[in-house]
């Protein structure tokens, strides 16, 4: 009994695992061959160095007018650059989040496939689907456009919900009809056969019986 133990908490811990490894699997290979944009980080950090050489250089009260005017232009031109920068993330936000959604599909469907013989793959790919869809999902939360997140977050739920339907409610039927077909056409068949074999065995023996006495 505690080898069983032992070993369903490793099955889960292995399944557990995969499925981190399988997020973070995708998740890299998301970011490394498709990265976000980058056209504005050069220059904000040149604007962002500018302003600490000038206060470097000297306190805030030694500072003169012009180069406190100097430092409010900085600011204000980085602040512009890191607004584009986020309007320009935002088309990658949604489009990586669809990645994500995609694989994580996949992971969910080759789940499904041959889940009773390779169970702890099986879980450990619904776990890495799941993970998956939530950090897509998370992903399009930071887009700040209410339609395609909405869009997307039902695309989600349709899958999930789906995909859930497929693995639990309807092989879980399936599986109880099999085990119903099994045990008429094993258990049940297998007794009634016993049953007419004995039958036929003391039916054997009262004509055995019979044909003594009447000699």
Same mark, same amino acid.
């Given at each position: 009994?505690?080898?069983?133990?032992?070993?369903?908490?490793?099955?889960?811990?292995?399944?557990? $695992?995969?499925?981190?490894?399988?997020?973070? $699997?995708?998740?890299?290979?998301?970011?490394?061959?498709?990265?976000?944009?980058?056209?504005?980080?050069?220059?904000?950090?040149?604007?962002?160095?500018?302003?600490?050489?000038? *206060?470097?250089?000297?306190?805030?009260?030694?500072?003169? /007018?012009?180069?406190?005017?100097?430092?409010?232009?900085?600011?204000?031109?980085?602040?512009?650059?890191?607004?584009?920068?986020?309007?320009?993330?935002?088309?990658?936000?949604?489009?990586?989040?669809?990645?994500?959604?995609?694989? !994580?599909?996949?992971?969910?469907?080759?789940?499904?496939?041959?889940?009773?013989?390779?169970?702890?793959?099986?879980?450990?790919?619904?776990?890495?689907?799941? $993970?998956?869809?939530?950090?897509?999902?998370?992903?399009?939360? $930071?887009?700040?456009?209410?339609?395609?997140?909405?869009?997307?977050?039902?695309?989600?739920?349709?899958?999930?919900?789906?995909?859930?339907?497929?693995?639990?409610?309807?092989?879980?039927?399936? !599986?109880?009809?099999?085990?119903?077909?099994?045990?008429?056409?094993?258990?049940?068949?297998?007794?009634?056969?016993?049953?007419?074999?004995?039958?036929?065995? *003391?039916?054997?023996?009262?004509?055995? /019986?019979?044909?003594?006495?009447?000699?």
């Amino acid at each position: 009994m505690a080898g069983k133990g032992q070993s369903s908490g490793l099955r889960t811990i292995f399944s557990f $695992f995969l499925g981190l490894m399988f997020t973070l $699997f995708v998740s890299i290979g998301v970011y490394t061959f498709h990265p976000p944009p980058s056209q504005y980080d050069a220059q904000i950090k040149e604007l962002k160095q500018s302003e600490q050489e000038i *206060r470097a250089s000297r306190s805030s009260s030694e500072l003169t /007018a012009e180069e406190h005017s100097q430092l409010e232009d900085l600011r204000r031109q980085r602040m512009e650059l890191v607004d584009a920068n986020e309007e320009a993330r935002k088309p990658w936000l949604i489009s990586s989040s669809i990645i994500l959604i995609v694989f !994580s599909t996949l992971a969910l469907v080759v789940s499904l496939v041959r889940s009773e013989q390779l169970h702890v793959i099986s879980n450990g790919l619904l776990l890495g689907g799941v $993970f998956t869809m939530l950090y897509g999902v998370g992903w399009i939360a $930071f887009t700040g456009t209410s339609v395609i997140r909405f869009l997307v977050m039902t695309v989600a739920l349709v899958i999930t919900v789906g995909l859930g339907y497929i693995r639990f409610v309807r092989r879980s039927k399936i !599986s109880d009809a099999v085990d119903g077909l099994e045990i008429l056409h094993g258990t049940g068949l297998t007794d009634i056969e016993h049953r007419i074999s004995d039958l036929e065995d *003391r039916m054997d023996n009262a004509a055995k /019986a019979l044909g003594k006495n009447n000699n």
